[in-house]
């Protein structure tokens, strides 16, 4: 899993132009490097280190999960 100079995960575009992806849809906003495999709050690179911000994170990426699951 790919991660920024000071450790933390990165996901999303973030990603763009360093890894290859092999998935036939776009990388979602809070996909790590690893296809299918999400990352949310303070241990992500660049998050906001805010309780509301990882509880938000950690919602959307049940949606893009349930995206996934469906195909979209
Ligand atoms: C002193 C302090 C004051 C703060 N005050 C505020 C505030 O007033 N308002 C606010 O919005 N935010 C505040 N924050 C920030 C807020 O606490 C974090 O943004 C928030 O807790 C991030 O949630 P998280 O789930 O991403 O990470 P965490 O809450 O850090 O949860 C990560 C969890 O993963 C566990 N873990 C770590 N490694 C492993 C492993 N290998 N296997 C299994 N589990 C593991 C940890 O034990 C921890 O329970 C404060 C932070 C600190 C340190």
């Known amino acids: ?8 995960v990165l996901a999303g575009s ?7 992806w092999r998935l036939d849809r776009p990388r979602y906003l ?5 296809p299918v495999v999400f ?9 906001v280190k805010r ?4 509880v938000g994170e950690g919602a959307m990426v ?4 349930h995206n996934h699951l ?3």
């Open 1 to 8: 899993m790919q991660r920024d100079d000071k450790g933390f």
């Open 14 to 20: 973030a990603l763009d132009g360093k890894v290859d």
């Open 30 to 34: 809070l996909e790590t490097s690893v």
């Open 39 to 47: 990352v949310a709050g303070d241990v992500r690179s660049g998050s």
């Open 51 to 54: 309780v509301g911000a990882a």
């Open 62 to 65: 049940v949606q893009f999960i």
């Open 70 to 72: 469906r195909g979209v």
